[in-house]
């Protein structure tokens, strides 16, 4: 998350400057985001981190690391701020297709052979893990709409999109987005699923209905207010973790999986290590595993 930072850049122009984070308060922070994120802060990483914190203490014209730390941690206005520093402090980059491989594996490998034995009720729910604000989600439910169209009997589905970051799942909800959000959909998708708004394009109606979206920190998995589902779809968020809690996490992920249902990460955010009870998958450039057993 703190390479976001590295991205985002600046320190505010021409306002005043706020005087350095010390050796002592960077590592409070550093502590901070690394129990409630899972972020490793490096101390290379130290002049991002408290870039992001000036912006927001400008923000709320405050001039002191040590006071907005204890805002953040204090019981009662804390959650608040916590939630407003932590859009700051990470990235939601996204877009509707992002990896079209990763969306036709679940077409090819999960939802063609499902129809192909199913006799009449079909039921499929994915989860977008990460979701930012909202495209990935809806590129499942996209999906889902697509080749379930073709079953004969009843269809039942469904998308779970869970981010840590209320601000994005706020645009997630609203279902809005400028046209080059959807520049990897063609033409015939985009006419189907979506209407015009006065900013771009909003997701229809009916599609907005298959979607559900939750905060949710991956740290804390336990508090999902669901069980099990067919697919778990998590991209561009395992990268800002380290290998260790990588796997911690995916390891989690996997336990959430129906037997037989698809675990589908970025390519290359997992080396070397394989959770328990699944197997890899191999199509085109993804990274996948099927879950075998509980
Ligand atoms: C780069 S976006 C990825 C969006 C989408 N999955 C994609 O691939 O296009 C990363 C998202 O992960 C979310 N995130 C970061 N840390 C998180 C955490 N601990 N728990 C849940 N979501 C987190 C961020 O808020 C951000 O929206």
Redesign the pocket.
């Given at each position: 998350?703190l390479a976001a930072m590295c991205l985002q850049g600046g320190n505010g122009g021409s306002l005043p400057a706020l005087p350095e984070l010390d050796e002592e308060q960077f590592a409070c922070w550093a502590e901070l985001l690394e129990r409630r994120?899972?972020i490793a802060v490096t101390p290379r990483r130290k002049v991002f981190l408290s870039s992001r914190l000036r912006t927001r203490m400008r923000e709320l014209g405050m001039s002191d690391f040590q006071r907005y730390y204890e805002l953040v941690t204090s019981a009662q206005q804390g959650s608040m701020e916590w939630s407003h520093l932590l859009d700051r402090l990470?990235?939601?980059?996204?877009?509707f297709n992002?990896h079209p491989a990763s969306f036709r594996l679940i077409e090819e490998h999960y939802l063609a052979p499902l129809l192909r034995q199913a006799c009449d009720t079909v039921n499929v729910t994915a989860w977008?893990v990460?979701?930012?604000s909202g495209?990935?989600a809806y590129t499942l439910a996209i999906v889902l709409e697509r080749a379930l169209a073709a079953h004969r009997g009843k269809v039942y589905y469904g998308v779970i999109g869970?981010?840590?970051?209320l601000e994005?799942l706020a645009l997630a909800r609203d279902g809005c987005y400028p046209a080059q959000r959807l520049a990897g959909l063609d033409a015939a998708t985009v006419a189907r699923c979506f209407v015009s708004a006065a900013t771009g394009y909003r997701v229809a109606d009916r599609l907005r209905q298959r979607v559900a979206f939750a905060q949710?920190?991956?740290?804390s998995l336990e508090q999902a207010p669901f069980e099990k589902v067919d697919i778990v779809f998590c991209?561009?968020?395992l990268i800002?973790f380290a290998q260790p809690r990588r796997q911690q996490i995916v390891a989690t992920l996997a336990r959430f999986l129906k037997p037989g249902g698809l675990l589908v990460l970025?390519a290359g955010e997992l080396v070397g290590w394989q959770p328990a009870g699944l197997e890899s998958l191999k199509f085109e450039d993804t990274l996948a595993y099927r879950k075998i057993k509980d």
């Open positions: 998350m994120l899972g990470t990235i939601h980059e996204t877009r992002r977008s990460g979701c930012a495209e990935e869970s981010d840590v970051s994005s949710l920190n991956v740290l991209q561009n968020l800002y970025g």
